[in-house]
């Protein structure tokens, strides 16, 4: 049975910083590209980034762009979120999901509030 | 940035009656070369992820039931509930991922008249 589950998230001020973490099980997860997902409270979804199969592609959503870095690490088949310079607006619901183009499993997600 | 808006909102339909819900982006997702649309559909029940219903616009996810089908190219698709159930009570999102960044629509409420 394919299974993500994410965690790190938590209060922050802003201009903090959080690391997500998403760990996979179930599937062969250094042959597919992983993502992040995210959805502010009572709000649509957000794509985020996505991570190729070797980490050589990696890319982002301009509103995350020079804030956020994308990694994961193969042998303990986990993805990463590194999120620098937090803003309120940054507050959301952040999924990692499978998949490059459509996404066939979702974890639960993680709860990031950003906030004085 | 393609941008995905969907109609309506919201709506509410009687049990046993067809929901029928749209989606439009701003340019075409249709990819010539093979003659495929990177569009796929995903329910969102309170509480939850969502879940994959439809892609390549009108392929449907394993297990998800036949009363769900998508169908549209280009920039005009629509996902179809044939007969309403009380468990399909939930938001549907519309997605391209023909460019990056990815992009979903603003959701659709489905709820029981």
């Known amino acids: 049975e394919v299974q993500l589950v994410e965690s790190g998230g938590g209060l922050v001020q802003p201009g903090g910083s959080l690391r997500l973490s998403c760990a996979a099980s179930?599937?062969?997860?250094?042959?597919?590209?992983m993502t992040w997902v995210r959805q502010a409270p009572g709000k649509g979804l957000e794509w985020v980034a996505k991570v190729n199969e070797d980490e050589s592609e990696k890319y982002y959503v301009d509103s995350v762009k020079g804030r956020f870095t994308i990694s994961r690490d193969n042998a303990k088949n986990s993805v990463f979120l590194q999120m620098n310079s937090l803003r309120a607006e940054d507050t959301a619901l952040y999924y990692c999901?499978?998949?490059?183009?459509?996404?066939?499993?979702w974890g639960q997600g993680t709860l990031v509030t950003v906030s004085s | 940035d393609i941008v995905m808006t969907q109609s309506p909102d919201a709506l509410a339909v009687s049990l046993g009656e067809k929901a029928t819900i749209n989606c439009k982006s701003s340019?075409?997702?249709?990819?010539?070369?093979?003659?495929?649309?990177?569009l796929a559909w995903y329910q969102q029940k309170p509480g939850q992820p969502p879940k994959l219903l439809i892609y390549?616009?009108?392929t449907r996810e394993s297990g998800v039931p036949d009363r769900f089908s998508g169908s549209g190219s280009g920039t005009d698709f629509t996902l179809t509930i044939s007969s309403l159930q009380a468990e399909d009570v939930a938001v549907y999102y519309c997605h391209q991922y023909y460019n990056t960044p990815r992009t979903f629509g603003q959701g659709t409420k489905v709820e029981i008249k």
């Open positions: 179930g599937f062969p997860f250094s042959s597919y590209w």
């Open positions: 390549w616009a009108s």
């Open positions: 340019q075409s997702v249709l990819d010539t070369s093979n003659n495929k649309n990177y």
């Open positions: 999901a499978r998949g490059v183009y459509y996404y066939d499993h």
